[in-house]
C-alpha cells in the first residue's frame, strides 16, 4: 500500500487567529495518525497572513507532542534562510524528544517575498548560491562526529535524522540523485517539470548511507467531500488565496464561494487552473479514480496531500476520505 501523508501549512482563517491554528494543527495531526497516515509534515513560510507555521520546529514539537506514532517534520525547512549548525541543532533536539519519528525536509525557496527574505538571510546571493554545500554540512553536523570535526551540534550530532530535499525543478532533483537523498516534488502548485524531475531524479541517483534506492514523494492539492459539488465549493478557497498571490494580495485564508465567477480574470483562472493540474478534488470515487491515475503516471514511492479548506470539521471529513480511498486503491491495485 503506497502510504499518504499530510503537508500542513497551519491556515489562519478569515476571523480565525494563529492560536486556533495551531491547534487545528494538533487536532488535524491526531486525526492522521488515527487514520493511519504515515508523515504529518509542516511548511515554513514567513510574513504571510495566512500562515502561521514560521517558526517550523516549534509548530513540529507541539504536533508531535500530541501524537505518538506519525512520523513528523518539515516540507520544508528552507536551509538558506538559517545556518546549517541552528538547523542541526534544533532537529537534533527534536529526535532527542521524539525519538524515530522526525523527518527533516529540505528546500531552497525564500518561502516568503523578497524583503521579507532579505531580513531573514542578510545576504540573499551567498545563501542561494550556497545551498548544496550547506545541505552537505547539515548531513555531517546530523551524523557521527569525528575527531577531526571542529564544530558539534549539541543536540544533532549522531541524531542521523533522515533528509529529504524538496523541489519544483530540475535543481533538487539531479542534487537528490547525486547525494542519495529521498526527493519530494511540489507537484500540488508546479505541476511543469514533474515527470521530468523524477526520470531525472531516478537515473542520477547514487546510493548513501540514508538510501539505497530512490525513493519519491509527490504532493497534491486535494479535497475531499461526500459529494463532487461539495469538494468543489470547499476548494474555491484555495482558489482564491492562488489568485490572492498573483495579485501580491496575500491575506486570511478565506472561506469558499458558491461560484468564482468575477472573482478571477480569464488569465487568472488559467493561471490557478494550471497551478492546480494535479489537484485531487471530489467525492470517493472521484478522488479514488484521480488519485490512482497520479500515482500510476508519476510511480511514486509515496503521496503528500495539502488539503486546503476554510472549515476545519471539513478538513477532518476529507483527511478520513482519503484514507479511505488509499484502502480502496490498496485492495484493487
Not at 495551531?22 to 488515527?34: D, K, V
Not at 551524523?143 to 523541489?167: M, T
Not at 514511492?301 to 486503491?329: G, V, Y
Request: glycine fraction near 6%; aromatic fraction near 8%.
Amino acid at each position: 500500500m503506497i502510504p499518504f501523508s499530510i503537508l500542513d501549512l497551519s491556515p489562519i482563517t478569515d476571523g480565525g487567529s494563529v492560536a486556533q491554528s495551531l491547534e487545528n494543527s494538533r487536532r488535524f495531526a491526531i486525526a492522521a495518525e488515527e487514520n493511519a497516515y504515515k508523515r504529518f509534515w509542516l511548511a515554513e513560510h514567513h510574513g504571510m497572513k495566512g500562515i502561521a507555521s514560521a517558526a517550523t520546529s516549534l509548530v513540529i514539537s507541539h504536533v508531535a507532542s500530541a501524537t505518538k506514532n506519525i512520523r513528523v517534520g518539515s516540507g520544508g525547512i528552507m536551509l538558506p534562510n538559517h545556518s546549517p549548525l541552528v538547523i542541526a541543532e534544533q532537529f537534533g533536539t527534536l529526535a532527542a524528544l521524539y525519538p524515530g519519528r522526525i523527518d527533516l525536509g529540505l528546500g531552497r525557496a525564500p518561502g516568503t517575498d523578497m524583503r521579507t527574505a532579505q531580513a531573514l538571510r542578510r545576504n540573499m546571493e551567498a545563501s542561494a548560491n550556497n545551498f548544496p554545500n550547506d545541505v552537505v554540512e547539515l548531513q555531517a553536523l546530523l551524523g557521527p562526529a569525528s575527531e577531526e570535526q571542529k564544530i558539534i551540534a549539541v543536540p544533532g550530532a549522531d541524531s542521523n535524522v533522515p533528509i529529504w530535499l524538496l523541489g519544483s525543478s530540475h535543481f533538487s532533483a539531479h542534487l537528490a540523485g547525486m547525494l542519495g537523498l529521498p526527493f519530494a516534488f511540489a507537484s500540488h502548485f508546479a505541476p511543469d517539470m514533474l515527470l521530468s524531475a523524477l526520470e531525472i531524479y531516478r537515473e542520477r541517483f547514487t546510493p548513501s548511507p540514508q538510501l539505497d534506492r530512490p525513493h519519491v514523494m509527490v504532493g497534491v492539492m486535494g479535497v475531499a467531500a461526500d459529494t463532487d459539488e461539495e469538494a468543489n465549493y470547499l476548494f474555491t478557497s484555495m482558489q482564491q488565496s492562488f489568485v490572492a498571490l498573483r495579485r501580491n494580495a496575500r491575506g486570511r485564508f478565506p472561506p469558499p464561494v458558491k461560484s468564482m465567477e468575477g472573482r478571477w480574470t480569464t488569465d487568472e483562472k488559467i493561471f490557478v487552473d494550471h497551478a492546480m493540474t494535479y489537484a485531487v478534488v471530489g467525492g470517493l470515487e472521484t478522488i479514488h479514480r484521480k488519485t490512482a491515475t497520479f500515482l500510476e503516471q508519476t510511480k511514486a514511492d509515496e503521496l503528500i496531500i495539502s488539503m486546503p479548506i476554510f472549515d476545519m470539521e471539513a478538513r477532518l471529513r476529507s483527511l478520513t476520505l482519503f484514507a479511505e480511498a488509499q484502502r480502496d486503491l490498496a485492495t484493487t491495485v
